[in-house]
């Protein structure tokens, strides 16, 4: 019997709970942190002026009712008939179902009652006042005398006020204070005592050692990133706003009648297999054949097995054999999608990869709570959570060791939700004064939704034309950094941040469409990305390409080769295929996620069920950072506006001089000429054909001709 493995033992994950929506949590926590704001202003801004009203209403009571109220409250009068207002005010024009005009009374309730018990401790020696104190006899209540006893009775208000207010915050922050000092005790007289083992330490370091111990928070299982936030005024978002998916497990007998399939099918066209070993995915089986042994015709063979050789009167089963049965094996299981892997890295086993009739989703979520994501963002790096391999095994890598990435697919193959779950992945454990990005979006709907948040340099690109200029503005910010390194004497980002006092953040640059850049300017955004994908890594620059057009125009030999890692999405041709990973493979893929991973940890490409993220994930982890406020972060400029005048006006002059000792040469000189000769657009060679006809070094009827003279 084969042994099968599934994927949903190790991974609980796949199909999405049902859970609140994030319009309703969102307004959850907009309407707690409005209620907070609310009480907050009230106290400070209508308390001075409902204060103020109180002698106004004092004057407007009649004498008797007023000697007697005065009697009865002292001063304290004032504030409580500000108190009074406010009820009423409140009451008016508040609903009473709102939890917060509770509070707010509540509030200046403690307020004036504190106040009169403060009052109370005070007697006058003459006046209307004499017989009670300034708190009046209902004062006393709260307050009076002896002194200890009026001091312990507003001390009681006081501490009571919070908790009225606010339960549970308040309970909590006395349980904290009261363990905190009773540990500061305890551990004075230990060293009084002369207990403590060492008594020149005195009890400072115990004491902020049972501090720590008492007001350290709880650990967060969910957190990716701990270590990340710490020490920072930006909080890390929890993976409480991912979803959380499950398993449909694919049943055993479906596995086990699919393998019998397999070796009857093989059997009947002499090619004797057997299946050992079975894998499942979240969208693939993959079942694992072992070459049987070619038997010889008219020898008897009892008592032999599939795997016992027998010397010279048999031979093992070519896997040529096996592999060019697949279109039988494809009919015999009902699917026109099949990949065989001969053979499979690591195992003596040939790889035929079936869809999953149980498909399931990979979420991120599940990926970042992996024992590998979480190792990866506890040293500070960029790990990226990429998806699942046809085992069901978590593949996660780290975006510094790749160092750049290239994602190529067709339309709708899963190119955009890949890019997605890419940028999630460093937002859920990088802060912005670690991972700063810069984002280019000519389709202007992929990744706009990310605007806003803090890790932005600048708002994404979506005109090309200023592309070309923002990845000069990089590569000056790239020599800037080098220098730095030069100075400190270190050999790359992570030794710099060690030694200097302010660390500098990685710097992403996401071009989600590659092919509309390389229309425009090809030669120029080729040579720019060239030149980073050289030289970034060392200074934290990092590249993440993506293109749905996989031609040699756009994916050029001289980008591929400074670019190692790549994932290629499902393709029409082995064209495309080879133009993205240099082998075929990619055009049987099943599409919605289904890819080819190429990277400098495998030889060859690994077949990988790539992350799913929907859009109220994406919304609910921009929201996090857009209402979140933290201190200034570093800026990175990225152009010098005197310096690039000054460096196009020398290179426009370096130019037409060239273009004049062309035209010299050649009086029939064209634009295309001089477009391929100086290695410059369409565009800036037509302006320096027309300096030359305007300074009269060529004809006005030479630049009619747009192709040059063969």
């Known amino acids: 019997m084969p042994s099968i493995s599934h994927s949903e033992e190790s991974s609980p994950y796949s199909t999405t709970k049902p859970r609140t929506s994030a319009a309703s949590r969102r307004a959850a926590r907009n309407n707690k942190a409005t209620g907070f704001r609310r009480h907050l202003w009230l106290i400070t801004h209508l308390l001075p002026v409902l204060v103020a009203l109180g002698p106004v209403l004092a004057f407007t009571i009649p004498s008797g009712l007023s000697d007697w109220a005065f009697q009865r409250l002292g001063f304290g009068l004032f504030p409580t008939l500000a108190w009074f207002s406010s009820v009423v005010l409140l009451l008016r024009y508040r609903s009473v179902k709102e939890k917060w005009v509770w509070g707010v009374l509540a509030g200046f309730g403690v307020i004036v009652a504190l106040s009169l018990s403060i009052l109370s401790m005070f ?79 005195g009890p400072s370091k115990q004491t902020a050692t049972a501090m720590k111990t008492v007001s350290a928070p709880k650990k967060e299982a969910a957190s990716p990133s701990k270590q990340a936030s710490k020490g920072s005024a930006w909080q890390l978002p929890p993976l409480d706003l991912l979803s959380q998916g499950m398993t449909a497990p694919v049943p055993q007998s479906v596995l086990a009648k699919m393998a019998g399939h397999i070796e009857e099918t093989l059997a009947d066209h002499r090619v004797d297999v057997k299946v050992e070993d079975i894998r499942t995915g979240p969208r693939v089986i993959r079942f694992g054949l072992v070459p049987g042994w070619m038997k010889r015709q008219g020898e008897a063979q009892k008592g032999r097995t599939a795997s016992t050789p027998l010397g010279a009167e048999a031979s093992r ?63 500070g790096t960029l790990p990226i959570a990429i998806g699942e391999d046809t085992g069901g095994t978590p593949v996660v890598s780290d975006l510094t060791a790749l160092p750049h990435l290239l994602i190529a697919g067709a339309t709708g193959s899963g190119k955009s939700v890949c890019i997605n779950a890419v940028i999630a992945s460093m937002l859920l454990t990088n802060r912005p004064d670690r991972l700063r990005m810069i984002m280019v979006d000519p389709k202007r709907v992929e990744l706009t939704p990310f605007n806003g948040i803090p890790n932005l340099v600048l708002p994404v690109i979506v005109d090309a034309d200023k592309v070309l200029d923002v990845l000069k503005g990089v590569q000056n910010e790239m020599l800037r950094r080098y220098k730095l390194l030069e100075e400190a004497g270190a050999r790359n980002l992570n030794t710099y941040n060690s030694k200097s006092k302010e660390p500098m953040p990685y710097l992403v640059v996401v071009i989600d469409e590659l092919a509309d850049l390389m229309m425009t300017a090809a030669f120029e955004v080729e040579q720019a990305l060239v030149r980073l994908a050289q030289l970034g890594r060392a200074t934290g620059i990092h590249l993440i390409l993506a293109t749905q057009r996989p031609s040699v125009n756009v994916v050029t030999g001289l980008l591929k080769a400074n670019v190692p890692a790549r994932i290629a999405f499902a393709v029409a041709s082995q064209v495309d295929s080879r133009v993205i990973l240099d082998a075929v493979g990619a055009e049987r893929l099943l599409g919605k996620g289904d890819m080819l991973l ?10 990988v069920q790539g992350t799913y993220v929907d859009d109220d994930e994406i919304e609910e982890l921009v929201s996090f950072w857009k209402n979140q406020s933290g201190p200034p972060l570093p800026q990175i400029v990225l152009e010098d506006s005197e310096e690039k005048e000054e460096a196009e006006a020398l290179d426009d002059d370096s130019l037409l001089e060239s273009a004049r000792e062309l035209a010299e040469r050649s009086p029939n000189i064209s634009p295309s000429v001089l477009q391929r000769r100086l290695q410059v657009g369409y565009a800036k060679a037509v302006q320096l054909t027309r300096q030359m006809e305007a300074e009269g070094v060529l004809a006005k009827s030479s630049s009619s001709s747009s192709e040059p003279p063969w």
């Open 317 to 379: 089963v070519r896997v040529q054999s096996i592999l060019a049965r697949e279109k039988d094996l494809a009919l015999a299981l009902k699917t026109p999608y099949l990949r065989m892997e001969a053979p499979v890295p690591g195992e003596a086993l040939v790889g035929l990869e079936v869809p999953n009739p149980h498909a399931n989703r990979v979420y991120l979520r599940s990926l970042a709570e992996s024992p590998n994501f979480q190792k990866l963002a506890s040293k």
């Open 598 to 607: 190429l990277s400098q940890d495998s030889p060859k490409p690994v077949r």
């Open 123 to 201: 007697e006058p020696a003459t006046g209307r006042l004499n017989n009670v104190s300034l708190g009046g006899s209902w004062g006393s209540y709260l307050g009076g005398f002896p002194l200890a006893l009026g001091a312990a009775k507003a001390l009681g208000i006081l501490l009571a006020g919070p908790l009225l207010l606010y339960p549970k915050t308040g309970l909590r922050a006395y349980r904290l204070a009261v363990s905190g000092a009773y540990s500061q005790v305890g551990d004075f007289l230990r060293w009084s005592l002369g207990r403590t083992g060492d008594e020149s330490d």
